[in-house]
C-alpha cells in the first residue's frame, strides 16, 4: 500500500509560509488519525529549508526533490486552502498526477475538517 501525496499553498498561502506549514502539518495529522497513508512535502521541506540554508520558494528545486515522491505515491489531495489556485507548485502537481492517470482528491480545510471518502482505507 503506497501513501497520498498531499499539496497545499506555501509560497501563496496569505498568512505566510510559517501558516502554512502549520496549516499542512494540521491537515496532515487529521489524515494520518484516519489512517491515511500520507506525505506532505510542506511538513518535510519546510524545516529543512529553514534549518538547512535552502530557498523555501525555489519551485524548481523543490520540484525536483518531491518528483521520485510523486512517482511512488497512489495518488494525489489538493488542500484547498487560501492561495491553492494561485500555486505554480500545485499546479505542477496537479499536471504531473494528471499526465499520470493517478486519482487527485479535493480537501477543504474548513473546521471541521472532512476527510475525503476516496482516501479513507
Do not use: N
Request: hydrophobic share 45%; aromatic share 8%; glycine share 6%.
Amino acid at each position: 500500500m503506497s501513501y497520498w501525496y498531499i499539496c497545499s499553498p506555501y509560497t501563496r498561502y496569505p498568512m505566510g509560509r510559517e501558516a502554512a506549514f502549520r496549516m499542512a502539518c494540521r491537515v496532515t495529522a487529521a489524515l494520518i488519525r484516519c489512517g491515511v497513508p500520507v506525505l506532505s512535502p510542506i511538513c518535510h521541506s519546510h524545516p529543512i529549508a529553514e534549518h538547512g540554508d535552502i530557498d523555501p520558494t525555489d519551485v524548481e528545486l523543490w520540484l525536483r526533490a518531491d518528483a521520485p515522491l510523486m512517482a511512488s505515491a497512489r495518488g494525489l489531495i489538493v488542500v484547498k486552502a487560501p492561495g491553492w489556485r494561485q500555486s505554480v507548485g500545485i499546479a505542477a502537481e496537479i499536471a504531473d498526477f494528471t499526465q499520470a492517470g493517478k486519482p487527485i482528491v479535493f480537501m477543504s480545510v474548513r473546521e471541521p475538517l472532512v476527510i475525503p471518502r476516496e482516501v479513507l482505507p
